[in-house]
């Protein structure tokens, strides 16, 4: 099975600062989508960022970011200007299509400071 | 407004109970997800369905069960076999399922076995 790695249980960064939040996974799949989600206090669910694994170019959503690396199976995510809003629980996740599998990492609970 | 909604935000239960949790979309989405969370271990697949009279299990279904009668919604009842229920439980909805299309999330239910 499939699995999901987010090795940093805990981060914070400055408010107007730069962080990236890591995750690896384990697949032998070439084809699979790649998100993340972030988890305000409130505990709704939100889309941040998605990457689909054929495309080479890293996704960006103003200023949301990620890093993909296919060959190293990582997935990391950077959020620039940080604000505090931005604090939350991030959450990558790995889902392949045609085979129903979809894997949830542990989360990274982010803290920006003012 | 679309989106879901998930009921009641607080639930209580004895031991042997069953009980169970509401989840109503009105995005017409075709994919419903029921997912566990619990403290340290992100989100974990219950039970999906991708079409209405249809559903598959996920990684923990035992002691779950679930019915999708209508599109809009896909209830899941917390049965007695339950073993560890108390646990925040995410409802989700996509266009279609297992795909690089997001997944809409509602608010949770906490539900707590005294």
């Known amino acids: 099975a499939q699995t999901v790695t987010q090795s940093q249980p805990e981060m914070s960064v400055q408010e107007a600062e730069t962080v990236t939040l890591s995750c690896t996974y384990d697949t032998s799949e070439s084809d699979y989508y790649l998100f993340w989600y972030k988890q305000p206090p409130s505990r709704q669910m939100i889309l941040v960022i998605r990457q689909e694994a054929y495309k080479q170019q890293n996704a960006t959503e103003n200023r949301f970011s990620v890093n993909f690396q296919k060959a190293a199976k990582s997935f990391s995510l950077k959020i620039s200007d940080s604000q505090l809003g931005d604090a939350a629980m991030y959450f990558c996740a790995y889902f392949r299509d045609n085979n129903n599998d979809m894997r949830f990492g542990a989360g990274t609970r982010l803290t920006v400071k003012p | 407004d679309g989106g879901i909604t998930q009921s009641p935000k607080y639930l209580f239960r004895k031991e042997g109970q069953n009980v169970t949790l509401s989840c109503e979309q009105n995005?017409?989405?075709?994919?419903m997800y029921w997912y566990r969370q619990d403290p340290g271990q992100g989100l974990r697949l219950i039970y999906y369905?991708?079409?209405?009279?249809?559903?598959q299990k996920g990684d923990i279904a035992e002691g779950y069960s679930v019915s999708r009668e209508k599109k809009e919604s896909f209830p899941l009842t917390v049965t007695s076999a339950q073993k560890n229920p108390t646990a925040f439980y995410l409802c989700?909805?996509?266009?279609?399922?297992?795909?690089?299309?997001?997944?809409?999330f509602g608010p949770g239910t906490r539900l707590t076995v005294l």
């Open positions: 369905s991708q079409i209405v009279n249809d559903f």
């Open positions: 995005l017409n989405h075709d994919a």
């Open positions: 989700a909805s996509s266009v279609t399922g297992f795909s690089y299309n997001e997944q809409f």
